[in-house]
């Protein structure tokens, strides 16, 4: 058996299919973009479904691949088992009615005994108890005795839904009896650990329809994935997948930050587990685009990064350390995937914010957790419910053992079996979400069996005359289409552009002399042809009908000259604020343009007035835009940048701006750059972790927006009575008076503040032997009770002072204790929490120092008066 490193493993793989023929496929996006029935790419065989349903023809019919992949289904599994993981990456080849069961059968075979020189006598496979022809292969081609060619069932036949499925072939390596369980059934599919599945050889050669019925394919594929890590413990001979040179410098690096072992005590192994799995998943997505945030993956990808911060804490890891680990994962993966060693700042960055946030997100979910103790603490209770167990752990990351540890200490039990009642709930909501998403063929309708062909003219014409080839209306074709339906309309040719690339639907008009309809939305059908989303405003209209198709000219115009401004914008962007720059999503409307990058920080006034005037300078020298079509690698050696979310081929086509911008794009753009005629930013904001976003104007908007702008400066004069020349000295003016009268008045108020803590100071009370100061300090602003509170701990040593006031419409309530009285369980932030909840109101903050509000002014004396009572409570639990 070869001793290979991962990096070996996979070059050598795709290298054996490639001398067989195959082209060899790189890796997609982790992010389906063109797939809206997968949150992730989950398998090797994803990102080539189109093949696989005949939507698109591959370049050749036999392809191979190392496939990088995001599995979330069995988070809570990772760092217990030796081989469950988020991110895998999936050697695979594939037959598009090419070769099939003998070829990838014997092919396994050899690749697996001459190539890697695994033990012929250590494996074994299963086969489906129909399959006599993969079970002949097996037995009679390869020479795998009878004994170790296991039938099954349901393990051995692949489906998801509807579409193309088929028997599979799992080959299992024997790891020795000292891994079994030591029953004497132990075999192939065994859930103890001897006997290791390494490859699965999927037989599509069914199609299943609605009704369940299976149907011959006509043309047969072969889908095969064997994943690299499990591969890589066997050549390697270590007892798990983390235990490779795929995972391996990872876990040290971590043990060097923890300044602890890995290996030692299997308690704290799991949290090395779960940190390296995690950040491996994290490094992959970021560098795909995917930045943790609050929805769909983002939010995945957040929660796996929570969950490696938790583990980190476990090791004794409280400040942020996972961007450490984003340097090991590049140098491991780099040489295969630059994307994560070209993004390796940038990754580190989202890293590093993100761990930062979380930490100020584990503090106010901590706030939060206190409040609910208090709450049950008078209600005379001793248990936290799962409800709110689970909503601390989804809400805020909040781990249910460290709700445990902070409820313990006060006498609180937690509702475990309610928490894992609630989790369980989410997850099966999530498994229902992803069932009724999942499968080889989502459910178009009548447009999934509409194959004829239709030609884009729209990027040198806007109006021609189209033949109807189909009506579709509510998911069935139909004959005709009558006044007030709305239809989806396929023609023979068309100038309308489908909504792609951040650019929108062109609209316009398709008339014939008995039918006239508006055009509401053009998108792709799932055979490629743009389909016409329609109203039927008058007449009826029959397919194969002759009309005329006229795109909204002005609109399109305007549309042109802002997607070609955002080609002008990303360049301006990467030259201001550097390379790391990469767009992260855009829109392109007629009236704006919206286009979303990668940064950190808001950017200064500067750089934006920067970035707007290198694009208005590539505008005014009126550059020839050429488009042309050209080979994908020919574009990227002339420097093209791939727009966010694109699908590119083999042929690609080019946007070129001057010497300034080349991107891959198929949009519409002006044939020159002057014919923008200005560029304005509107805006710029953060919308995302790294990620932000800038609202432009370009052209008849820019005119429009400099007209608003000059309008608001006319009305700011005349309300200062002034000139718009004079201005800013009048602004000066008025806010030196302004400041003049806040200094004034903070005099005032400091004098004020000092005769109530002189009156204050003189209203202490004893309760139990603690000194209290309470009171409503009439008319009072937050920033004036501080101070009060301040002057008080100033004057007396030893004392609690809690003060309330309503002010502007508002309760404010501020708790102030001494260093001494903290020290006998004393806490403001708690204190301050229990008198606000009387108003109807909520807060806290630390022990010396917090701030409330409330909503009941009436009640605020009352509350006031029960201090003393909540103060004696908190002098008993602590004592």
Not at 684 to 697: H, M, N, P, T, Y
Request: with cysteine.
């Amino acid at each position: 058996m070869k001793r290979l490193s991962g990096q070996e493993i996979r070059r050598l793989y795709k290298e054996f299919f490639a001398e067989r023929g195959h082209l060899v496929f790189p890796s997609a996006s982790l992010v389906p973009h063109h797939d809206p029935t997968l949150l992730w790419i989950n398998a090797g065989m994803a990102p080539l479904k189109p093949y696989f349903d005949g939507r698109e023809i591959p370049e050749r019919p036999r392809i191979v691949s190392s496939q990088k992949c995001i599995r979330t289904n069995d988070i809570e599994n990772v760092g217990h088992t030796a081989r469950h993981q988020t991110f895998f990456e999936m050697l695979g080849n594939f037959s598009f009615g090419d070769y099939f069961k003998r070829e990838a059968i014997t092919w396994a075979w050899e690749f697996l005994t001459q190539y890697l020189e695994l033990d012929p006598d250590r494996l074994s496979v299963t086969v489906h108890v129909t399959d006599d022809e993969a079970y002949q292969i097996w037995h009679e081609v390869v020479g795998l005795p009878d004994e170790r060619i296991v039938r099954g069932e349901e393990d051995n036949f692949w489906e998801i839904g509807e579409g193309p499925c088929g028997p599979c072939a799992e080959i299992f390596y024997d790891r020795g009896v000292e891994f079994g369980c030591g029953s004497p059934d132990c075999g192939p599919g065994c859930d103890c650990d001897r006997f290791l599945e390494i490859w699965n050889l999927v037989f599509t050669q069914y199609n299943k329809d609605k009704s369940g019925e299976y149907s011959p394919l006509p043309k047969k594929n072969i889908d095969t994935g064997m994943g690299l890590e499990r591969i890589a413990s066997v050549l390697q001979e270590v007892n798990s997948n983390f235990e490779t040179d795929l995972f391996l410098p990872i876990l040290e690096r971590i043990a060097e930050i923890a300044k602890r072992p890995f290996g030692q005590d299997p308690a704290a192994d799991v949290h090395f587990k779960i940190i390296a799995d995690h950040v491996r998943t994290v490094v992959f997505a970021v560098g795909d685009g995917v930045l943790p945030g609050n929805e769909g993956r983002h939010y995945i990808i957040r929660r796996l990064l929570r969950r490696a911060v938790r583990s980190g804490r476990k090791l004794g890891l409280e400040k942020p350390f996972l961007y450490q680990l984003v340097p090991v994962v590049s140098a491991i993966m780099g040489d295969d995937y630059p994307e994560v060693r070209e993004k390796q700042e940038l990754i580190g960055r989202v890293v590093r914010t993100e761990e930062e946030r979380f930490q100020a997100t584990l503090a106010e979910g901590e706030a939060l957790l206190l409040e609910l103790v208090d709450r049950i603490r008078r209600a005379g209770g001793d248990r936290l419910s799962g409800e709110e167990a689970f909503r601390l752990y989804d809400t805020f990351g909040f781990p249910v053992d460290l709700t445990e540890e902070i409820t313990q200490e006060h006498g609180i039990a937690v509702d475990r079996e309610g928490f894992q009642a609630e989790l369980e709930a989410q997850r099966e909501r999530a498994r229902a979400a992803r069932q009724s998403v999942e499968g080889m063929n989502a459910t178009r309708g009548a447009l999934e069996s509409i194959t004829a062909v239709s030609r884009f003219i729209g990027y040198n014409q806007l109006e021609c005359e189209a033949t109807v080839l189909a009506i579709v209306e509510n998911g069935q074709s139909v004959e005709t289409a009558e006044d007030g339906a709305e239809v989806q309309v396929i023609l023979d040719q068309t100038p309308f552009y489908a909504e792609s690339g951040g650019q929108i639907a062109d609209a316009g008009t398709i008339t014939a002399e008995h039918v006239q309809m508006t055009v509401l939305d053009v998108q792709k059908a799932p055979h490629g042809q743009n389909v016409h989303t329609v109203r039927v405003d008058s007449g009826i209209l029959h397919t194969g009908d002759r009309v005329h198709a006229a795109v909204d000219k002005a609109a399109r115009r305007d549309i042109a000259k802002n997607h070609t401004a955002t080609h002008l914008l990303h360049k301006a962007l990467r030259e201001v604020l550097g390379t790391h720059v990469a767009q992260a999503g855009s829109l392109v409307e007629p009236d704006r343009l919206r286009f979303d990058f990668s940064h950190f920080g808001a950017l200064s006034a500067q750089e934006l007035e920067r970035v707007e005037e290198l694009v208005n300078d590539a505008i005014w020298r009126d550059d020839v835009v050429e488009i042309f079509e050209t080979d994908l690698d020919a574009a990227k050696a002339m420097g093209a940048m791939a727009l966010f979310g694109e699908k590119y081929g083999k042929r690609v086509r080019v946007v070129k701006a001057g010497d300034w911008s080349i991107e891959l794009c198929g949009g519409c753009h002006v044939e020159r750059t002057g014919l923008i005629g200005q560029f304005r930013i509107v805006s710029e904001s953060g919308i995302g972790s790294g990620v932000r976003r800038i609202e432009a104007v370009t052209g008849r908007g820019a005119y429009r927006f400099a007209q608003s702008q000059e309008r608001l400066l006319s009305e700011a004069a005349q309300r200062l009575k002034t000139t718009t020349a004079d201005l800013v000295g009048r602004i000066d003016r008025v806010l030196e008076d302004l400041h003049e009268r806040d200094r004034e008045l903070t005099s005032l108020r400091s004098r004020l503040s000092q005769a109530r803590a002189d009156e204050l100071a003189n209203q202490v009370i004893d309760v139990a032997g603690i000194p209290v100061v309470a009171a409503v300090v009439p008319d009072t602003d937050m920033e004036g009770l501080r101070q009060l509170a301040d002057s008080l701990r100033e004057r007396l040593d030893s004392v609690v002072v809690v003060l309330g006031s309503h002010h502007g419409g508002k309760v404010q309530l501020v708790a102030a204790v001494s260093a001494d009285l903290q020290t006998r369980g004393l806490h403001a932030g708690q204190i301050i929490r229990q008198v606000a909840q009387i108003t109807g109101g909520g807060g806290g903050g630390r022990a010396d120092l917090a701030q409330a509000g409330g909503r009941d002014a009436a009640k605020l004396p009352v509350a006031i008066e029960r201090v003393p009572e909540i103060i004696a409570d908190a002098v008993k639990v602590s004592g």
